[in-house]
Protein backbone atom coordinates (compact mmCIF):
# COMPACT_ATOMS: atom_id res chain seq x y z
CA UNK A 1 0.00 0.00 0.00
CA UNK A 2 2.84 2.29 0.76
CA UNK A 3 5.59 3.09 -1.52
CA UNK A 4 7.53 5.94 -0.16
CA UNK A 5 8.22 6.77 3.81
CA UNK A 6 10.24 10.29 4.54
CA UNK A 7 11.12 10.31 8.16
CA UNK A 8 12.24 13.18 10.26
CA UNK A 9 15.83 12.98 12.06
CA UNK A 10 15.83 15.16 15.66
CA UNK A 11 12.87 14.15 17.62
CA UNK A 12 11.55 11.56 15.11
CA UNK A 13 14.69 9.06 14.06
CA UNK A 14 16.89 10.31 16.51
CA UNK A 15 17.04 9.94 20.42
CA UNK A 16 17.58 12.55 22.71
CA UNK A 17 20.90 11.17 22.39
CA UNK A 18 21.46 11.47 18.45
CA UNK A 19 21.61 8.21 17.83
CA UNK A 20 19.66 5.45 15.71
CA UNK A 21 18.42 2.02 17.77
CA UNK A 22 20.30 -0.48 15.64
CA UNK A 23 16.67 -2.43 15.74
CA UNK A 24 15.09 0.90 13.82
CA UNK A 25 18.18 1.08 11.64
CA UNK A 26 17.45 -3.51 11.01
CA UNK A 27 13.59 -2.25 10.71
CA UNK A 28 14.71 0.23 7.90
CA UNK A 29 16.56 -1.97 5.57
CA UNK A 30 14.24 -4.72 5.81
CA UNK A 31 11.39 -1.79 4.58
CA UNK A 32 13.87 -1.31 1.83
CA UNK A 33 14.20 -4.71 0.83
CA UNK A 34 10.43 -4.98 0.06
CA UNK A 35 11.09 -2.17 -2.45
CA UNK A 36 9.55 0.93 -0.42
CA UNK A 37 11.84 4.38 -0.93
CA UNK A 38 12.94 5.29 2.84
CA UNK A 39 14.16 8.79 2.51
CA UNK A 40 15.24 11.34 4.76
CA UNK A 41 13.00 14.78 5.23
CA UNK A 42 14.92 17.36 7.60
CA UNK A 43 16.04 20.76 8.37
CA UNK A 44 19.57 19.64 8.93
CA UNK A 45 21.83 20.36 5.57
CA UNK A 46 22.66 18.11 3.10
CA UNK A 47 26.19 17.32 5.16
CA UNK A 48 24.80 16.34 7.34
CA UNK A 49 21.89 14.11 6.37
CA UNK A 50 24.16 12.41 4.06
CA UNK A 51 26.15 11.12 6.94
CA UNK A 52 22.83 9.57 8.47
CA UNK A 53 21.78 8.42 5.25
CA UNK A 54 25.01 6.30 4.96
CA UNK A 55 24.66 5.19 8.27
CA UNK A 56 21.14 3.35 7.02
CA UNK A 57 22.63 2.30 3.82
CA UNK A 58 19.97 4.17 1.62
CA UNK A 59 20.47 5.45 -1.44
CA UNK A 60 17.94 7.54 -2.30
CA UNK A 61 17.65 11.52 -2.96
CA UNK A 62 17.33 13.40 0.47
CA UNK A 63 15.24 16.00 1.79
CA UNK A 64 17.39 18.55 3.37
CA UNK A 65 17.21 22.40 4.54
CA UNK A 66 13.60 22.36 5.59
CA UNK A 67 12.98 21.26 2.21
CA UNK A 68 14.83 23.75 0.36
CA UNK A 69 16.87 20.99 -1.56
CA UNK A 70 16.37 17.26 -2.65
CA UNK A 71 19.68 15.81 -3.78
CA UNK A 72 20.93 12.62 -4.09
CA UNK A 73 22.62 10.87 -1.64
CA UNK A 74 25.98 11.24 -2.83
CA UNK A 75 25.40 14.51 -3.72
CA UNK A 76 25.68 14.91 -7.20
CA UNK A 77 22.22 15.45 -8.33
CA UNK A 78 20.09 18.30 -7.45
CA UNK A 79 16.58 17.55 -7.79
CA UNK A 80 14.71 20.34 -6.33
CA UNK A 81 16.49 23.77 -4.91
CA UNK A 82 14.90 27.04 -3.23
CA UNK A 83 16.92 30.00 -1.88
CA UNK A 84 15.62 32.55 0.41
CA UNK A 85 15.36 35.93 -1.17
CA UNK A 86 18.31 38.01 -0.80
CA UNK A 87 16.38 40.88 0.46
CA UNK A 88 14.97 38.98 2.95
CA UNK A 89 18.45 37.68 3.81
CA UNK A 90 19.65 41.02 4.41
CA UNK A 91 16.63 41.96 6.55
CA UNK A 92 17.13 39.29 8.87
CA UNK A 93 20.78 39.54 9.23
CA UNK A 94 20.43 42.90 10.11
CA UNK A 95 17.78 42.27 13.00
CA UNK A 96 20.07 39.39 14.37
CA UNK A 97 22.69 41.68 14.44
CA UNK A 98 20.43 44.68 16.04
CA UNK A 99 18.81 42.15 18.82
CA UNK A 100 22.30 40.35 19.26
CA UNK A 101 20.98 37.14 18.24
CA UNK A 102 22.83 34.19 17.19
CA UNK A 103 22.38 33.57 13.37
CA UNK A 104 23.98 31.18 11.38
CA UNK A 105 23.42 30.84 7.48
CA UNK A 106 23.64 28.18 4.88
CA UNK A 107 25.21 28.28 1.60
CA UNK A 108 26.63 25.96 -1.50
CA UNK A 109 26.33 23.20 1.93
CA UNK A 110 28.64 25.27 3.74
CA UNK A 111 27.74 26.60 7.49
CA UNK A 112 28.80 30.30 8.04
CA UNK A 113 28.53 32.89 11.34
CA UNK A 114 29.58 36.29 11.95
CA UNK A 115 31.47 34.91 14.80
CA UNK A 116 32.30 31.86 16.84
CA UNK A 117 30.69 31.02 20.12
CA UNK A 118 29.39 28.45 22.09
CA UNK A 119 25.75 28.12 20.36
CA UNK A 120 27.78 27.35 16.90
CA UNK A 121 30.28 25.56 18.44
CA UNK A 122 27.50 23.00 19.85
CA UNK A 123 25.26 23.04 17.17
CA UNK A 124 28.43 21.77 15.15
CA UNK A 125 29.29 19.13 17.73
CA UNK A 126 25.66 17.68 17.34
CA UNK A 127 25.51 17.72 13.83
CA UNK A 128 28.90 16.66 12.80
CA UNK A 129 29.45 19.27 10.42
CA UNK A 130 32.66 22.00 10.10
CA UNK A 131 31.73 26.36 10.13
CA UNK A 132 33.10 28.91 8.61
CA UNK A 133 33.04 32.29 10.13
CA UNK A 134 32.63 35.13 7.70
CA UNK A 135 32.14 38.67 9.50
CA UNK A 136 30.11 40.25 7.18
CA UNK A 137 27.32 37.96 6.15
CA UNK A 138 25.15 40.10 4.46
CA UNK A 139 27.89 39.92 1.82
CA UNK A 140 26.87 35.92 0.86
CA UNK A 141 22.68 37.18 0.08
CA UNK A 142 23.39 38.13 -3.49
CA UNK A 143 25.02 34.47 -4.10
CA UNK A 144 21.42 32.92 -2.57
CA UNK A 145 21.09 31.74 0.85
CA UNK A 146 19.59 27.91 1.06
CA UNK A 147 18.88 28.27 5.18
CA UNK A 148 19.01 30.86 7.82
CA UNK A 149 19.07 29.80 11.80
CA UNK A 150 18.48 31.70 14.91
CA UNK A 151 19.19 29.73 18.03
CA UNK A 152 18.14 31.22 20.82
CA UNK A 153 16.09 30.75 24.12
CA UNK A 154 12.22 29.25 23.03
CA UNK A 155 10.20 32.62 24.56
CA UNK A 156 13.20 34.83 22.88
CA UNK A 157 12.16 32.81 19.61
CA UNK A 158 8.62 32.74 19.12
CA UNK A 159 8.69 36.76 19.86
CA UNK A 160 10.99 36.80 16.96
CA UNK A 161 8.91 34.21 15.26
CA UNK A 162 5.68 36.40 15.36
CA UNK A 163 7.52 39.67 14.10
CA UNK A 164 9.12 38.11 11.12
CA UNK A 165 5.76 36.37 10.51
CA UNK A 166 4.59 39.81 10.29
CA UNK A 167 7.36 41.78 8.25
CA UNK A 168 8.44 38.71 5.85
CA UNK A 169 5.56 35.74 6.13
CA UNK A 170 4.70 35.94 2.31
CA UNK A 171 7.96 36.06 1.63
CA UNK A 172 9.77 33.26 3.35
CA UNK A 173 8.85 30.04 5.26
CA UNK A 174 9.57 30.60 8.92
CA UNK A 175 8.83 27.78 11.44
CA UNK A 176 10.98 26.48 14.35
CA UNK A 177 12.49 22.82 14.27
CA UNK A 178 13.31 22.71 17.94
CA UNK A 179 12.42 24.96 20.56
CA UNK A 180 15.26 26.89 20.56
CA UNK A 181 16.10 26.82 16.62
CA UNK A 182 13.76 29.43 14.27
CA UNK A 183 14.19 28.41 10.53
CA UNK A 184 13.88 30.51 8.32
CA UNK A 185 13.61 29.01 4.40
CA UNK A 186 12.27 30.07 0.74
CA UNK A 187 8.53 30.25 0.94
CA UNK A 188 8.35 27.12 -1.23
CA UNK A 189 10.65 25.04 1.21
CA UNK A 190 9.07 22.92 3.44
CA UNK A 191 8.98 19.15 3.94
CA UNK A 192 5.40 18.65 2.74
CA UNK A 193 6.46 20.87 -1.04
CA UNK A 194 9.44 19.11 -1.30
CA UNK A 195 8.38 15.31 -0.33
CA UNK A 196 5.77 15.82 -3.26
CA UNK A 197 7.80 17.27 -5.85
CA UNK A 198 9.79 14.12 -4.72
CA UNK A 199 7.16 11.79 -4.93
CA UNK A 200 6.04 12.91 -8.57
CA UNK A 201 9.47 12.41 -9.84
CA UNK A 202 9.28 8.80 -8.53
CA UNK A 203 5.75 8.34 -10.12
CA UNK A 204 4.06 8.02 -6.22
CA UNK A 205 0.56 9.29 -5.26
CA UNK A 206 -0.07 10.81 -2.58
CA UNK A 207 -1.81 8.33 -0.75
CA UNK A 208 1.53 5.81 -0.82
CA UNK A 209 3.01 7.79 1.24
CA UNK A 210 4.16 7.76 4.94
CA UNK A 211 5.28 10.87 6.66
CA UNK A 212 6.74 10.24 10.24
CA UNK A 213 7.57 13.94 12.59
CA UNK A 214 7.78 15.36 15.55
CA UNK A 215 7.82 19.35 15.42
CA UNK A 216 6.20 22.50 13.90
CA UNK A 217 8.22 22.32 11.22
CA UNK A 218 7.04 18.73 10.21
CA UNK A 219 3.17 19.80 9.75
CA UNK A 220 3.34 20.34 6.15
CA UNK A 221 5.16 16.56 5.57
CA UNK A 222 2.52 15.06 8.11
CA UNK A 223 -0.16 17.03 5.86
CA UNK A 224 1.32 16.39 2.83
CA UNK A 225 1.48 12.47 3.40
CA UNK A 226 -0.58 9.91 2.60
CA UNK A 227 -0.48 8.87 6.48
CA UNK A 228 0.89 10.90 8.39
CA UNK A 229 2.74 10.08 11.74
CA UNK A 230 3.33 12.34 14.69
CA UNK A 231 6.15 11.06 17.26
CA UNK A 232 4.84 10.72 20.56
CA UNK A 233 7.33 13.15 21.86
CA UNK A 234 5.67 15.47 18.54
CA UNK A 235 4.32 19.02 20.16
CA UNK A 236 0.83 19.01 20.35
CA UNK A 237 -0.18 20.66 16.69
CA UNK A 238 1.73 17.79 14.66
CA UNK A 239 -0.72 15.27 17.08
CA UNK A 240 -3.48 17.27 15.71
CA UNK A 241 -2.81 16.87 12.38
CA UNK A 242 -1.34 13.50 12.17
CA UNK A 243 -3.53 10.15 11.44
CA UNK A 244 -1.82 8.14 14.03
CA UNK A 245 0.50 8.97 16.95
CA UNK A 246 3.16 6.57 17.50
CA UNK A 247 5.73 6.16 20.75
CA UNK A 248 8.31 8.50 21.13
CA UNK A 249 11.83 8.95 19.64
CA UNK A 250 13.56 7.32 22.98
CA UNK A 251 10.84 4.38 22.49
CA UNK A 252 11.70 3.67 19.18
CA UNK A 253 8.76 5.27 17.86
CA UNK A 254 9.90 4.78 14.43
CA UNK A 255 10.37 1.41 14.37
CA UNK A 256 7.28 0.48 15.82
CA UNK A 257 5.51 2.54 12.45
CA UNK A 258 7.59 0.57 10.41
CA UNK A 259 6.92 -3.02 11.80
CA UNK A 260 2.72 -2.18 12.26
CA UNK A 261 2.18 -0.76 8.41
CA UNK A 262 4.69 -2.34 6.45
CA UNK A 263 6.46 -5.20 7.74
CA UNK A 264 3.62 -7.16 9.51
CA UNK A 265 1.43 -6.84 6.95
CA UNK A 266 4.10 -8.03 4.70
CA UNK A 267 4.76 -10.90 6.40
CA UNK A 268 0.81 -11.41 6.33
CA UNK A 269 0.77 -11.43 2.69
CA UNK A 270 3.56 -13.52 2.61
CA UNK A 271 2.20 -16.07 4.66
CA UNK A 272 -1.11 -16.02 2.63
CA UNK A 273 0.38 -16.74 -0.86
CA UNK A 274 2.59 -18.92 0.85
CA UNK A 275 5.78 -17.37 -0.62
CA UNK A 276 9.26 -17.18 1.47
CA UNK A 277 9.95 -13.90 2.56
CA UNK A 278 12.90 -11.76 1.58
Not at 62 to 71: D, N, S, V
Not at 180 to 186: F, I, K, M, S
Not at 221 to 234: H, P, S, V
Not at 242 to 252: C, R, V
Amino acid sequence: MYKLIAIDLDGTLLTDDLVIPQDTVAAIQKVVAEGIVVTIATGRMFASASLIARQLNINVPLITYQGALIKDVNGREVMYERTVPPEVTQKLIEIALEKKMHLQVYQDDILFSAEENEKLIAYSQAVKVPYTIEPDLKKLSSKGITKLLFIEESDVLDQLQQELQTLYGKYAHIAKSKKNYLEVTHPEANKGSALLHLAKQLDIDPSEIIGIGDNYNDLELIDAAGLGIAMGNAVKEVKEKADYTTFTNNEEGVLHVLERFILEPARVKRDKEGKMPV
